[in-house]
């Protein structure tokens, strides 16, 4: 069974991710891969982070997913499940690095800085997006709905999506006024009708409406 995306560009695009893309670099000895994806390059407010993870093949936790097509409640349960049996690295790119570059080369930097940081280097690299970040030591494929065709990058995504929503409540302490809870500094309602109210905090990005001066 097959799911095609709207502009129908992946004829090979699973129900579910699967390990594929993993078992033909393995069968090409590259026998350590990593999965790499980000969460947040959309928010108006707060990091943007990246996760990297190297699965191990005989014990890959089952119902791994896209982030997004997950319940908040399975993508807890992942990612616990992830952390107890993967080689896991998180990174992030400040609201400050996003403005002096922009959102996508602060999300490839978070990406090398997650790749980077594993524990183990891979050999290979599966990357989220039409992009491979530079400087990353290994080789490397960049796959467009990646977290939705390959197992290693569905579970970098829940590990950075859970991270970073984790951080956003988290910030509610230092900025309650902004509901960071509820939107995680997406532009939602009530984060634009705080933002009017009380102005933007060090947590959001300049560069990015309604911040941003005409």
Known sequence: MARTPPDSLFPDYPAIPDYRFEQHAMQNGLPVVAGVDEAGRGPLAGPVVAAAVILDPDCI???LDDSKALSKARRDFLFDTILATSLVAVASASAREIEATDIRVAS???MRRALCALPVKPHYALIDGRDIPPGLGCAARALVKGDARSLSIAAASIIAKVTRDRMMTRAVVVYPQYGFETHM??????HLQAIAEHGPCPLHRMTFRPMRKA
């Open 108 to 110: 490839l930097t978070a």
């Open 61 to 63: 936790p089952e119902g």
């Open 185 to 190: 500094g997406y532009g939602a309602k009530r």
